[in-house]
């Protein structure tokens, strides 16, 4: 097949399914497109579509001529603008297709467009008209800073006009500042003598006044392989100590010598405030190498340890921060700095963040079981709820049996409870039939029935252990539930215990709870027999007496209120037996909307509180 029918059948191809890569079988002759650089091949051996050649691109302005019927303009602004009505336009291939499907394909038309109006120094002089102007930019250039940094390594530029690029756009559009640094990261890879003479000429031109800038472009040229950055980073230390530590941070170490010769110049840093954040930050990059000696690795964590203790609360907080974010494993190690951090700061908050950096979920069960051991039942765990639902989301196994473990100890059992509860809408759905041990069932079995809320949730989990292989655990259940139910919840437990259990294989733990509940609804019909006692047969004139004096009371009070103080400037809202409202102003009567939640609470807490209270702190 010629190439020049090839390419069109190739993209038409990709117009309809936009993927990053292809199969063989999918390209047509791909031994020719392969050859004329119109796709590569993957490591995967998949191919993908050069969008940088010269020929795919020039084949896609003839599709766009047919397909909008006008060719490409020759200014910048309009030329973008078509190349906007040419992606809308292929949605005829593909009207479902996301937003980003053709990013590649607008991507190097875009740059092969710039390259074809460069005369000169056009196209900077466009982006400097297009950063000094006030008007609103139109959609199709709001991202102009992007194509013309795609552009910039192949413009042909000389390095003072790249710096002025990436000056202007850092002062004039700091919206767009990522692009530039992009760049920084990328042109070692792509021009490594670009790179040097723009980080040179840069270093004469005030280029410290960008903090960020110069490193990145040194971790750039260095993890190209241009080992020369390395002395460029150590000249850079000289000039700015916080720039030269960023850029070390970011170099991607190969051997131990250079861990070595990094860290003696880590070491000769002072911890003033203002530097530590990036001296530790330094020191975190450093252990986290795979070439990092032993005695550097222990030297290090020490480093850190007493950074942590310092009296310096500053010093404290910018440490932590760095080894939650930055140090990588070393999870034992990080567990104790926390203990160290919180030791010296008090400061809690760290939890919100510090255990999604942590694989092993033990760590936060730790500071769970402690936290409960000393405060009791009531201590709250909001703060670890997220913590909790990411180790159940990512490493679910483990935290399940983390959970299972508590059931181990009777005076644990309610914090294991508590920790599936973080589920808020659901509780975690744990199953209890993996206990192996008969206590603890029993455990589970007290904990899960004897829980102050949110029976509804966690009967249905205890109700698993009607099964279970001990007689003892399933008496125990059956008692707690008959229990519950003649001196609680009544018919909305036996109602959730319905919904769970079989009417022929559970028939006699269903015979027995609804049993329960017959009995209570006999004590109930005897006590409201006797009248002796019941204050709305004996007391009833006196209530009423006293909400009519009360409502009496209410009115004057907001009538001789309303006469002198700022309430005179509000208008009154009357309540329609509560169940509409109107205003003063508008004789419309507007129904009330019904906004309801609820949750079944234990009736000891209430009957006999001090009980209950006794009861969950010594479980």
Known sequence: MKLTDAIPKLLNHHFRHYRKS???????????????????????RTYSINFDSAKVNETLLEIARNLLSKPLPDDIEDAF????????????????????????????????????????????????????????????????????????????YPTEIIF?????????????????????????????????????????????????????????????????????????????????????????FK?????????????????????????????????????????????????LHKLIASENQEIAHAVFENVMFALENYEDEKYE????????????????????????????????VDLYQD?????????????????????QTETENLILSLFEERNLSFLAVKIMLAGHGHPLPIDVTKLVEENAQLNAVESLCEYPHSIEKLVPIALDLRKSKFKSVREYLQQKLEHLIFNTYHESLLKIAENKLSPIGDKKLLQSLRNALESYKKMREFKVSVKDLDPRENEQ????????????NQATLMKNTKKDGFLSMLRD??????????????????PLQLIQSSVLINGDAYKNPLAFERKLENL
């Open 337 to 368: 700095m926390l203990i160290s951090y919180l030791n010296n700061t008090q400061n809690f908050k760290v939890f919100e963040n510090f255990f999604y950096r942590i694989k092993n979920p033990k760590y936060l069960f730790g500071i769970l």
């Open 164 to 252: 002025k690029s990436c000056c202007e756009v850092m002062e004039k559009n700091k919206d767009r500042s990522s692009d530039v640094y992009k760049f920084a990261l990328a042109i070692g890879g792509i021009n490594v003598e670009m790179g040097i003479d723009l980080f040179a000429f840069g270093m004469h031109n005030d280029i410290l006044q960008f903090p960020g800038f110069a490193p990145n472009i040194l971790i750039g040229l260095y993890n190209a392989g241009n080992n020369g950055a390395f002395s460029l980073a150590e000249s850079l230390i000289e000039k700015d100590v916080i720039e030269g530590l960023k850029a070390f941070a970011g170099f991607d």
């Open 255 to 303: 051997t131990s010598v250079e861990i070595q010769a990094v860290s003696k110049i880590a070491t000769s840093i002072s911890e003033e405030p203002n530097v530590i954040k990036s001296k530790s930050w330094l020191i975190c990059k450093i252990l986290n190498s795979a070439f990092c000696p032993v005695n550097l690795r222990d030297e290090n964590l020490e480093k």
């Open 22 to 44: 292809y199969p063989a079988t999918d390209i047509s002759d791909v031994a020719t497109l392969l050859q004329n650089n119109v796709v590569l091949q993957n490591p995967d």
């Open 573 to 590: 809202v009357v309540v329609v037996r509560g169940k509409a409202f109107k205003s003063d102003d508008d004789k419309q009567i507007v």
């Open 375 to 395: 405060k009791g039942f009531r201590i709250s765990i909001d703060r670890f709820e997220h913590s909790i639902l990411n180790y159940w989301s990512e490493s």
């Open 541 to 552: 004139d006196l209530m009423d007496l006293y909400y009519r004096l009360e409502h009496e």
């Open 81 to 156: 603008g078509y190349i906007a009505q040419f992606k809308d336009g292929l949605k005829i291939y593909a009207s479902n297709a996301p937003i980003n499907a053709y990013s590649d394909l607008i991507k190097g038309l875009r740059n092969f467009v710039l390259l074809r109006s460069n005369q000169g120094t056009d196209v900077y002089d466009f982006l400097f008209a297009l950063l000094i102007s006030n008007k609103k930019r139109p959609n199709h250039l709001l991202s102009f800073e992007s194509a013309y940094f795609h552009f910039l390594p192949v413009s042909g």
